[in-house]
């Protein structure tokens, strides 16, 4: 009786080993893989940042031109380029086509 006992407690402490060490080998893999995506979410992170940083650049450029546009300077300058048109005090020269 007690060979089958002790047979019986060296089983089930075996099958509760195994079940420890696949368990432990289980959670390790899901840390290590965490740990992994977590390390790209954070160059993830970085790259948005640095697009919203670009970004805001961008937004203060465009703003800068939007307000060039409403200026009289443009208005002027567009008109002498596109249109030819000039001031009234200003002399437009032309080159000969040969």
Same mark, same amino acid.
């Given at each position: 009786?007690?060979?089958?006992?002790? &047979?019986?407690?060296?089983?089930?402490?075996?099958?509760?080993?195994?079940?420890? &060490? &696949?368990? &432990?080998?289980?959670? $390790?893999?899901?840390?290590? $893989?965490?740990?992994?995506?977590?390390?790209?979410?954070?160059?993830?992170?970085?790259? *948005?940042?640095?697009?919203?940083?670009?970004?805001?650049?961008?937004?203060?450029?465009?703003?800068?031109?939007?307000?060039?546009?409403?200026?009289?300077?443009?208005?002027?300058?567009?008109?002498? $380029?596109? *249109?030819? *048109?000039?001031?009234?005090?200003?002399?437009?020269?032309?080159?000969?086509?040969?």
């Amino acid at each position: 009786m007690k060979i089958r006992r002790k &047979v019986r407690n060296t089983k089930i402490f075996a099958i509760a080993g195994v079940i420890a &060490v &696949v368990f &432990v080998g289980a959670m $390790s893999y899901n840390v290590y $893989s965490m740990k992994k995506q977590n390390k790209e979410y954070v160059q993830e992170q970085k790259n *948005l940042k640095k697009k919203i940083k670009n970004e805001k650049q961008r937004t203060k450029q465009i703003k800068k031109y939007e307000e060039y546009t409403k200026s009289k300077e443009y208005i002027e300058n567009t008109a002498k $380029s596109k *249109l030819g *048109l000039a001031n009234d005090n200003e002399i437009i020269f032309k080159e000969e086509s040969k």
